[in-house]
T-cell receptor, first 113, second 117 residues
């Protein structure tokens, strides 16, 4: 199922600029995950941040998590044309992942050269 | 809205047996289906990409002879876990992409929890 919201739905920026995408969710979670999907390809896992973490970095990616606001952000710094893709957040509810992840609808990011 | 049906929802099997999981797109044609597995408290890991009428493309480290994928029609893909072992116990989930993938959201099945005893 798809719940939660990413915003914006679509974002177009110039190469070299930073891109920020947000994700809100509704339930208590164990962790929140960000994925990228390139054209016609499967999801690629980017970062997993646990509910007791507030910020996490991986290369040019920075993810924050605010459990009080039930929101997360994904920041891509110094964007490149190859970053053009759709980005999805997914949450694993507390009580375990027995029912799988809940995905947002995604943000389509376009990096203009 | 578009629905992807995955069957069964859960299955328990004995070590050495094979298990088939079906993924159906109910109201759209899916040229491409993706198969993922998820271990507890971990992220989805893409196993393979299944294109209708052609051989599946497997991700590095995924044994194609163990995880047989068939995508015989635009609405059905199957994943068969052959000679299952306890380490294959996991949550398997499929997603489908319609012909109009660019304007379509992700369509996921509800997943299959496989337990191998």
């Amino acid at each position: 199922s798809q719940q939660g919201e990413e915003d914006p739905q679509a974002l177009s920026i110039q190469e070299g600029e930073n891109a920020t995408m947000n994700c809100s969710y509704k339930t208590s979670i164990n962790n929140l995950q960000w994925y990228r999907q390139n054209s016609g390809r499967g999801l690629v896992h980017l970062i997993l941040i646990r509910s007791n973490e507030r910020e996490k970095h991986s290369g040019r990616l920075r993810v924050t998590l605010d459990t009080s606001k039930k929101s997360s952000s994904l920041l891509i710094t110094a964007s490149r044309a190859a970053d053009t893709a759709s980005y999805f957040c997914a949450t694993e509810p507390t009580g375990g992942g027995a029912d799988g992840l809940t995905f947002g609808k995604g943000t389509h990011l376009i990096i203009q050269p | 809205g578009a629905v992807v049906s995955q069957h069964p929802s859960w299955v328990i099997c004995k070590s050495g047996t094979s298990v088939k999981i079906e993924c159906r797109s109910l109201d759209f044609q899916a040229t491409t289906m993706f198969w993922y597995r998820q271990f507890p408290k971990q992220s989805l890991m893409l196993m393979a990409t299944s294109n209708e009428g052609s051989k599946a493309t497997y991700e590095q480290g995924v044994e194609k002879d163990k995880f047989l994928i068939n995508h015989a029609s635009l609405t059905l893909s199957t994943l068969t876990v052959t000679s299952a072992h306890p380490e294959d116990s996991s949550f398997y989930i499929c997603s489908a992409v319609s012909l109009d993938w660019y304007n379509s959201p992700l369509h996921f099945g509800n997943g299959t929890r496989l337990t191998v005893t």
